[in-house]
């Protein structure tokens, strides 16, 4: 009869941790399936497109490919070398800053890469707040624009490389080059190339020609008789007029013969105020 008592209290015990596991169970399924369950909320939780500008900024980066594989084998120390100038790389101070440095691929006028692996932006560190701003002024215009940087700071010794390896007379050189003896603002990290960016479309604004186009389709002094002669469209000359809103508001300054490019400050006051980076010795 005790045995009999016995495995009757057992099987009841059994019984008993058997039903409560149920019941657990039942309310767990209850908790991650209710909408205002944290864990439900992670379950359905839409892929989130990728649209911040951080992460946009990764495949603008390394558009190309090879020359990527390259940098990888170059051993680099760009970016401590330019800081010790004190120069500031741009995305310190504004993430949502986009960077695309067409000299460190080869999709620029040389078709060569001549940047290795240098990938951040930097610019003197007036110059980076004045840019801080002009990403302020054009994202009250329109949250969904960003501006795109082409090149900040170039060491003299890269754009004596440049000098040096076009095989032209120099009174054609100069229309590609300034002629590093004079030293330009973009040695200064005083100057900086750029387009405006659509976060939408994925692609920079239509400017009317690529960056670095070298001939008169490119020149904002004679954008008016671009647009009478068919060359520009409207809108080409107003997306023009956008980035030199922004920038001009920002204290720049832009130059008559390329859209891109953009000074902070007169290459007088450059002398008196920064030092040229001469590139790594
Ligand atoms: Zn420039």
Redesign the pocket.
């Known amino acids: 009869m005790n045995y009999i008592v016995s495995l009757y209290k057992t099987y009841s015990k059994r019984m008993i941790y058997f039903r409560l596991i149920l019941i657990f169970n039942f309310f767990l399924f209850i908790q991650c399936n209710t909408p205002s369950s944290p864990i439900a909320e992670i379950k359905t939780l839409p892929t989130l497109p990728n649209d911040t500008t951080n992460t946009r900024e990764q495949p603008l980066q390394t558009t190309n490919k090879n020359s990527v594989e390259e940098k990888k084998e170059i051993p680099c120390n760009w970016d401590t070398y330019l800081q010790a100038q004190h120069l500031i790389n741009i995305q310190t101070l504004d993430l949502s800053i986009l960077v695309d440095l067409k000299y460190s691929t080869e999709d620029n006028f040389m078709h060569k890469d001549m940047y290795g692996c240098l990938q951040n932006c930097y610019l003197q560190p007036d110059v980076a707040q004045k840019l801080v701003q002009a990403q302020f002024f054009l994202k009250e215009i329109n949250p969904r624009l960003s501006l795109l940087i082409y090149?900040g700071v170039r060491p003299r010794s890269v754009q004596q490389y440049m000098w040096d390896i076009l095989d032209m007379p120099i009174r054609e050189k100069v229309k590609f080059v300034s002629n590093p003896k004079n030293g330009s603002l973009?040695n200064f990290g005083a100057?900086?190339?750029l387009t405006i960016y659509h976060l939408d479309s994925l692609q920079p604004l239509d400017m009317g020609t690529p960056y670095d186009y070298i001939g008169v389709k490119a020149w904002p002094i004679k954008e008016k008789l671009l647009i009478k002669n068919g060359t520009l469209t409207k809108q080409q000359v107003e997306n023009r007029k956008i980035l030199r809103k922004v920038m001009t508001k920002a204290k720049f300054f832009n130059i008559q013969t390329?859209w891109?490019?953009f000074n902070s400050c007169y290459r007088k006051k450059a002398y008196q105020i920064y030092s040229i980076v001469e590139g790594i010795p």
Request: no cysteine; aromatic share 12%; hydrophobic share 40%.
């Open positions: 090149d973009h100057a900086v190339d390329e891109w490019h």
